[in-house]
């Protein structure tokens, strides 16, 4: 009976030292979880600190070309070497043709620009109504100006050459919003006329330099290759930035599609490109965005060129970017 009580005792001692040793063990992995939770938790916060907020983009095309040419970044030093050997391939083809082509490009994504006569003084042409439309954006997206109000077609607006206004009667109507967008799409110069006037050229040309503009003359159109780059710099910016509004203002950009036969002309079907030409005697433009899967700004313009092969030049000049970029 003693042996009994005595093996009974013993293992009731054993059971008692195995229990206290489980909840030991047990009491020390939960102190490591514990551990791992703050730990882990500390690490996100810590992460979450240091990026900054993601907001969507107002346009898909801009978020998902973003993404692209980020992976696709190569190293400063081969964008230098390689925006030097594109600036040399262009400057030795357009000295070949009559008169002078001024050249400005920009990426959107790393900064890195070059020009070629892109300071010199040029006839914008109907160029002028990307700086005149971004104005116009500006004012409406700060309630200065109601897109929906109407204007009346006056005989002073009156201009020939492109769009379809100037056949239609004076006194006709027409809301701000379509006029902008018959001004881009169809670079109607009636419609260009009549929001001038409603905005005041001397508004305009201040506007200009207030952003940057060099070369702003007052009662002259002129500019400049790089002014034109960034005004077309500033749309982008524009059109990222503010939604619906933004959104509007590229659709009209992209739907010039009466006139592609100089930066699109030799590119990808399925690359787009937002675009403003212009034409006048021996002056033949085209300042867009290349939407690229690495994004970028071109913008050309010309003086004393012959009109019937200047496209094709462009054309070219516009072929030699995409595929230099494209090569990176």
């Excluded at 040793?21 to 730990?39: E, N, W």
């Excluded at 160029?127 to 409406?140: C, G, H, S």
């Amino acid at each position: 009976m003693k042996n009994y009580h005595e093996y009974y005792y013993s293992n009731r001692v054993k059971l008692r030292k195995r229990r206290l040793l489980f909840k030991r063990v047990r009491f020390v992995f939960i102190l490591l979880a514990l551990f791992l939770v703050v730990f882990s938790w500390h690490s996100l916060v810590s992460i979450a600190k240091d990026m900054p907020l993601q907001f969507p983009q107002t346009k898909k095309i801009i978020h998902d070309i973003k993404t692209t040419s980020q992976k696709l970044q190569t190293t400063p030093q081969q964008n230098n070497q390689n925006l030097d050997d594109l600036k040399a391939e262009i400057a030795n083809y357009v000295i070949n043709y009559k008169g002078q082509y001024g050249v400005y490009y920009y990426d959107i994504t790393t900064g890195q620009e070059f020009g070629i006569n892109d300071e010199d003084q040029y006839t914008s042409a109907s160029t002028e109504k990307i700086p005149i439309n971004l104005y116009l954006y500006t004012r409406i997206q700060s309630g200065a100006v109601n897109p929906e109000g109407v204007l009346t077609y006056l005989q002073e607006d009156y201009e020939g050459g492109t769009g379809g206004i100037q056949y239609e009667k004076v006194g006709t109507q027409y809301t701000i919003e379509d006029l902008s967008r018959l001004s881009i799409v169809d670079s109607d110069n009636v419609a260009t006329n009549m929001l001038i006037r409603f905005l005041g050229m001397q508004n305009i040309k201040d506007y200009m330099r207030q952003v940057g503009g060099q070369v702003v003359v007052d009662n002259q159109n002129v500019s400049s290759p790089r002014d034109m780059g960034l005004y077309m710099k500033l749309v982008y910016e524009f059109c990222e930035n503010n939604g619906a509004l933004g959104s509007e203002l590229m659709n009209n950009f992209l739907n010039t599609t009466l006139y592609n036969d100089r930066l699109p002309a030799l590119l990808p079907k399925s690359v787009m490109v937002a675009h403003k030409i212009g034409n006048e005697v021996g002056v033949i433009n085209d300042i867009g965005i290349v939407f690229a899967a690495k994004p970028y700004i071109v913008a050309v313009m010309s003086t004393g060129v012959n009109e019937e092969e200047a496209p094709t030049v462009i054309a070219n000049i516009s072929k030699m970017i995409y595929d230099s970029v494209s090569e990176q």
